[in-house]
């Protein structure tokens, strides 16, 4: 069924070396994106939640600005009018870049951003769902405001968060097709090539959906595998799946263990 | 005896000054016009109601909840909200709440070491050696290396003390340490305190414990609807109460 993807292509390789570099591509969006989104999710939900009225402001507009752009938009607006309203030396020297990575930088700091805004929801609901006696066990030891966010607050949140940030993997590396629109030549791009070039579309996008599927898997394996990690000895297991997120969660009373400790 | 120790301590300077305080949650006043000098080296137990206001008083202590009105002084230092450097009163300040509060995610010694280390900068090498001996002290050493989640509440509560004293405070605050314990588990955390007392540590603790308030209080300071309405040593107070309220009271925690 899958034959078509081993002939030669008219530029003397094989259409799966087209699906490989595509799904190099998405790979490297995916990855890439996914830390510039944790860097600055952490750092805007941690901003979220302080008391300074101005970083606080300062944050809730940025989620909801890039929350709610829909990630299409959001594309078109890095790669077509960004070079535009920079003034013209820099939308010049934006345009001069060549072309995947043309394409490339643009699509990370789209999927970046974007993933970043509700990455800094999740964060946000974690720090709110600790016990208020931890920090102020913290404050009762002399612990200002960023000693306790970087040794009491955060290290639990995140911990909280982790299956919610499950969803968010899975989220950023879909979300990497969308940048075919603006001419990466990643994995949904590579597939409508093939499927083009050799009119076998089902074969094209059939390898394609396995391909993404496994990665899928990959990712929730890795997620499962760090959520074992890093779980706090003595504390009950939390049930891991893709979909669910902290509010859901809350809910059912399934807080991870952990915070039973603390009551 | 008792006599004895109240006028001892009286005659201390006081380290921990409340005058005139007022606290209010919205329009609920917990703390009306309360007035309370400890004297170093004093232990007070603090009594009374459910609500009426002894953790708001404790908590203003170590400045966890911002009093309204009148003064606070701790260790010289008056507590207001231009306070700059409100740590470092805080570090002379230790505090055990009724539950535990650990850091779940840290180890005990880890819990120990966390603010000698990054709020008192000493090294991580001396924080251990102090922790450990600390441990020692509330007899938990053997675990130093678990996490809170594994250990009993009467460990825990042992831990959420040594842990406070890793920061060598000079006064000791206690929130009820052993209300949300199993009976039998109670006794372990008291006897730690009585020995933190006898070793001269200037303490304020809530507590119902009427044993441990015999035993190691100079004062016993009753709390009802916002106001301290009575104070006095332990055997008189216990024997001999003056208002109604405390009557009322102490008959309830008798039964
Ligand atoms: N953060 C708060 N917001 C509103 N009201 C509060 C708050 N904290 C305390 N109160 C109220 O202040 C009063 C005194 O509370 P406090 O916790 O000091 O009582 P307490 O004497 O410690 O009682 P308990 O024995 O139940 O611990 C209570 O009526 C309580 O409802
Ligand atoms: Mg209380």
């Known amino acids: ?263 | 005896m008792p006599q004895e120790t109240v006028s001892d301590a009286a005659a201390a300077p006081s380290i921990v000054i409340v005058e005139n305080v007022m606290k209010r949650f919205g329009a609920f006043t917990a703390l009306n016009d309360v007035n309370l000098a400890v004297g170093k080296g004093e232990k007070i137990v603090v009594c009374g109601p459910s609500g009426s206001g002894k953790s708001t008083l404790i908590r203003c202590i170590n400045h966890i909840e911002k009093h309204d009105g009148g003064r606070i002084i701790v260790d010289g230092v008056e507590l207001s909200h231009r306070l700059a450097d409100i740590n470092s009163v805080r570090c002379e300040v230790g505090m055990v709440f009724q539950s535990f509060n650990l850091f779940p995610h840290l180890t005990v010694a880890e819990n120990c070491m966390l603010a000698p280390m990054k709020v008192r900068g000493i090294s991580q090498v001396e924080a251990r050696d102090r922790a450990l001996g600390l441990l020692r002290k509330v007899r938990i050493h053997d675990q130093a290396d678990k996490y809170p989640a594994q250990l009993s509440g009467g460990q825990q509560q042992r831990v959420a003390i040594a842990r406070a004293l890793c920061m060598q405070p000079k006064i000791m605050l206690f929130d009820e340490p052993t209300s949300a314990l199993d009976p039998e588990m109670v006794k372990e955390v008291l006897d730690t305190m009585v020995e933190l007392a006898r070793e001269g540590m200037t303490m304020v603790c809530v507590t119902h414990e009427m044993g441990f308030a015999r035993e190691v209080a100079d004062r016993v300071v009753f709390m009802d609807r916002g106001c301290i309405i009575e104070q006095a040593d332990p055997e008189t107070f216990f024997r001999a109460p003056r208002t109604e309220r405390a009557k009322g009271f102490l008959s309830q925690i008798i039964h």
């Open chain 1, 1 to 263: 069924m899958f034959g078509v993807l081993f002939e030669q292509t008219a530029d003397g390789q094989r259409y799966i070396d087209w699906l490989l570099s595509g799904l190099g591509w998405t790979l490297a969006l995916a990855f890439f994106g996914w830390w510039i989104a944790f860097g600055i999710g952490v750092i805007v939900g941690v901003g979220r939640t302080v008391q300074n009225r101005f970083f606080s402001v300062l944050a809730r507009l940025y989620v909801e600005i890039f929350r709610n752009i829909p990630v299409l938009v959001q594309m078109f607006l890095w790669y077509f009018v960004l070079p535009e309203v920079v003034p013209s030396a820099l939308g010049d020297a934006i345009k001069q870049i060549p072309p995947p990575w043309a394409s490339f930088f643009p699509a990370l700091l789209c999927l970046g951003l974007y993933t970043a805004a509700r990455i800094a929801e999740q964060v946000r609901a974690g720090i709110e769902a600790l016990p208020r006696g931890q920090i102020e066990a913290a404050s009762a030891l002399g612990l200002g405001g960023y000693l306790t966010y970087r040794y009491v607050i955060v290290p639990q949140a995140l911990r909280l968060i982790v299956p919610s940030l499950t969803s968010e993997v899975m989220g950023i590396y879909k979300n990497t097709s969308v940048a075919l629109t603006i001419g990466l030549m990643e994995l949904t791009a590579q597939a409508r090539q093939i499927s083009e070039a050799t009119f076998q579309t089902f074969s094209a996008f059939g390898a394609a959906t396995i391909i993404y599927l496994c990665l899928a898997l990959i990712a929730y394996q890795a997620m499962t595998f760090i959520d074992k990690a890093v779980r706090i000895p003595g504390s009950s297991p939390v049930k891991l799946t893709p979909d669910q997120d902290l509010a859901a969660d809350m809910q059912q009373g399934t807080l991870p263990g952990a915070m039973e400790a603390v009551k």
